[in-house]
Protein backbone atom coordinates (compact mmCIF):
# COMPACT_ATOMS: atom_id res chain seq x y z
CA UNK A 1 0.00 0.00 0.00
CA UNK A 2 0.84 3.10 -1.29
CA UNK A 3 0.96 6.18 1.18
CA UNK A 4 1.07 9.83 0.67
CA UNK A 5 1.67 12.40 3.63
CA UNK A 6 0.81 16.00 2.58
CA UNK A 7 2.59 18.57 4.68
CA UNK A 8 2.67 22.47 4.62
CA UNK A 9 -0.89 24.09 5.17
CA UNK A 10 -1.67 26.43 7.67
CA UNK A 11 -2.65 29.97 7.70
CA UNK A 12 -1.52 32.77 5.64
CA UNK A 13 -2.71 35.95 4.12
CA UNK A 14 -3.69 36.97 1.13
CA UNK A 15 -1.29 37.80 -1.50
CA UNK A 16 1.34 35.74 0.71
CA UNK A 17 3.08 32.46 -0.33
CA UNK A 18 3.01 29.06 0.81
CA UNK A 19 4.38 25.81 -0.17
CA UNK A 20 2.76 22.43 -0.31
CA UNK A 21 4.96 18.65 -0.05
CA UNK A 22 3.58 15.58 -0.92
CA UNK A 23 5.91 12.83 0.30
CA UNK A 24 5.52 9.20 -1.33
CA UNK A 25 6.14 5.98 0.43
CA UNK A 26 7.80 4.54 -2.67
CA UNK A 27 9.31 5.86 -5.81
CA UNK A 28 7.32 8.02 -8.02
CA UNK A 29 9.31 7.88 -10.82
CA UNK A 30 6.87 5.64 -12.65
CA UNK A 31 3.73 7.67 -11.81
CA UNK A 32 0.90 7.35 -14.31
CA UNK A 33 -0.46 10.94 -12.83
CA UNK A 34 0.08 12.77 -9.49
CA UNK A 35 -0.89 16.21 -8.33
CA UNK A 36 -3.05 17.89 -5.83
CA UNK A 37 -7.09 18.75 -5.70
CA UNK A 38 -9.10 20.38 -3.08
CA UNK A 39 -12.02 20.68 -1.64
CA UNK A 40 -14.01 23.48 0.10
CA UNK A 41 -17.16 23.18 2.07
CA UNK A 42 -20.53 22.67 -0.04
CA UNK A 43 -18.03 21.73 -3.53
CA UNK A 44 -16.79 18.99 -5.21
CA UNK A 45 -13.03 17.92 -5.14
CA UNK A 46 -11.62 20.13 -7.73
CA UNK A 47 -7.97 19.72 -9.55
CA UNK A 48 -5.78 22.41 -8.64
CA UNK A 49 -2.62 20.99 -10.37
CA UNK A 50 -1.36 17.51 -11.66
CA UNK A 51 1.62 16.35 -13.57
CA UNK A 52 1.24 13.26 -16.11
CA UNK A 53 3.87 10.33 -16.69
CA UNK A 54 5.28 12.32 -19.76
CA UNK A 55 6.13 15.41 -18.10
CA UNK A 56 3.13 17.76 -18.69
CA UNK A 57 1.61 19.86 -16.18
CA UNK A 58 -2.54 20.59 -15.90
CA UNK A 59 -3.48 23.60 -13.61
CA UNK A 60 -6.86 24.26 -12.35
CA UNK A 61 -8.16 27.71 -14.49
CA UNK A 62 -8.10 29.36 -11.00
CA UNK A 63 -4.63 28.93 -10.15
CA UNK A 64 -2.98 29.27 -13.13
CA UNK A 65 -0.14 31.54 -13.20
CA UNK A 66 0.15 31.71 -9.57
CA UNK A 67 0.78 28.24 -8.75
CA UNK A 68 3.55 25.79 -9.52
CA UNK A 69 3.85 22.15 -9.19
CA UNK A 70 6.93 20.38 -9.19
CA UNK A 71 8.43 17.12 -8.32
CA UNK A 72 12.09 15.75 -6.79
CA UNK A 73 11.95 11.83 -7.46
CA UNK A 74 15.07 11.10 -5.65
CA UNK A 75 13.36 12.39 -2.57
CA UNK A 76 10.04 10.73 -3.68
CA UNK A 77 8.24 14.22 -3.48
CA UNK A 78 5.73 15.90 -5.09
CA UNK A 79 5.64 20.01 -4.10
CA UNK A 80 3.02 22.54 -5.01
CA UNK A 81 4.10 26.12 -4.53
CA UNK A 82 1.60 28.69 -4.29
CA UNK A 83 2.11 32.64 -4.96
CA UNK A 84 -0.59 35.34 -4.82
CA UNK A 85 -2.41 33.25 -2.59
CA UNK A 86 -6.67 34.34 -2.26
CA UNK A 87 -9.46 33.62 0.42
CA UNK A 88 -11.14 31.58 -2.33
CA UNK A 89 -7.58 29.53 -2.21
CA UNK A 90 -8.87 28.15 1.02
CA UNK A 91 -9.95 24.65 1.68
CA UNK A 92 -8.02 21.59 2.50
CA UNK A 93 -5.24 20.00 -0.49
CA UNK A 94 -5.37 16.50 -0.91
CA UNK A 95 -2.49 15.04 -2.95
CA UNK A 96 -3.21 12.02 -5.77
CA UNK A 97 -1.22 9.43 -7.34
CA UNK A 98 -1.97 6.67 -10.14
CA UNK A 99 1.05 4.61 -11.10
CA UNK A 100 1.62 2.66 -14.16
CA UNK A 101 1.53 -0.39 -12.75
CA UNK A 102 -2.41 0.08 -11.72
CA UNK A 103 -3.62 3.64 -13.52
CA UNK A 104 -7.34 2.94 -12.29
CA UNK A 105 -6.48 3.29 -9.03
CA UNK A 106 -6.36 6.47 -6.98
CA UNK A 107 -3.81 6.67 -3.58
CA UNK A 108 -4.40 10.31 -1.50
CA UNK A 109 -2.80 11.29 1.26
CA UNK A 110 -4.87 12.80 4.45
CA UNK A 111 -4.97 15.92 3.60
CA UNK A 112 -3.62 19.41 4.51
CA UNK A 113 -5.71 22.17 5.33
CA UNK A 114 -4.38 25.60 4.11
CA UNK A 115 -6.51 29.00 5.22
CA UNK A 116 -6.24 31.78 3.10
CA UNK A 117 -7.08 34.99 5.34
CA UNK A 118 -8.36 38.46 4.20
Known amino acids: QVQLVESGGGLVQAGGSQRLSCAAS????????MGWYRQTPGKQRELVAMITSGGRTNYGDSVMGRFTLSRDVAKNTLYLEMNSLKPEDTGVYYC????????????WGQGTQVTVSS
Open 96 to 107: NARFEENPWYDY
Open 26 to 33: RSIFRINA
